[in-house]
């Protein structure tokens, strides 16, 4: 069966300090990827999606970035956090666009 | 554009009542309708779709929705509401580019 996990679980970062956060999948392949961000009290948003290797579209202009160096490796960056960058952020797969996406547990990011 | 309207941010319930979660959607094509649930710290659960066929659909944990074309509606529904149940619940619409639409959510809570 398929599986995602995110890492790490929760983290606090220091205004202005890099960002790495990590997600894979395992089971499947050529899965579509993406990356949310979830507000307190507020939906999901999309940040980031991959159709493939290489492949990523943005959907919200900011200082995250995102990048998909193996078939099912999912990262996102930041070269400098900001204090807007604090919520809860979300790796997602799909088998295709039109099947349902199936979630990691999330990163907690507080941002200080 | 596609849009997902969810009423009530937060829905209280006693223990053994129906569950009724709204949702009301705008979509330019016939549209592919979720329901995930969200509990406290974790990712997100897909709980069922609609995708064609059958207006009414089934889920897990005793949830069921009603795809409405004629009132762009998809209301979640539960016939007696369990304290397990407490959790958050999105509703999703996909665009015509296959992504997700979100719905802010509504926080479900029951009472004892």
């Known amino acids: 069966s398929q599986t995602i996990h995110q890492w790490p679980a929760t983290l606090v970062q220091p205004v202005g300090s890099p960002l790495s956060l990590e997600c894979t999948v395992e089971?499947?392949?050529?899965?579509?990827l993406y990356w949310y961000r979830q507000a307190a009290g507020r939906g999901l948003q999309l940040l980031f999606y991959s159709v493939g290797i290489g492949q990523i579209s943005s959907e919200v202009p900011q200082n995250l970035s995102a990048s998909r160096p193996q078939d099912r490796q999912f990262i996102l960056s930041s070269k400098k956090l900001l204090l807007s960058d604090s919520g809860f952020y979300l790796c997602?797969?799909?088998?295709?666009?039109?099947?349902?996406?199936?979630f990691g547990d999330g990163t907690r990011l507080s941002i200080l | 554009a596609q849009s997902v309207t969810q009423l009530g941010s937060h829905v209280s319930v006693s223990e053994g009542a129906l569950v009724l979660l709204r949702c009301n959607y705008s979509?330019?094509?016939?549209?592919?309708l979720f329901w995930y649930v969200q509990y406290p710290n974790q990712g997100l659960q897909l709980l069922l779709k609609?995708?064609?066929?059958a207006t009414l659909v089934k889920g897990i944990n005793g949830f069921e929705a009603e795809f409405k074309k004629s009132e762009t509606s998809f209301h979640l529904t539960k016939p007696s509401a369990h304290m397990s149940d407490a959790a958050e619940y999105f509703c999703a619409v996909s665009d015509s580019n296959y992504q997700l639409i979100w719905g802010a959510g509504t926080k479900l809570i029951i009472k004892p």
């Open positions: 609609y995708t064609t066929g």
């Open positions: 997602a797969w799909s088998p295709d666009r039109d099947q349902p996406q199936h």
């Open positions: 979509s330019s094509v016939p549209p592919y």
């Open positions: 089971g499947t392949s050529n899965p579509n």
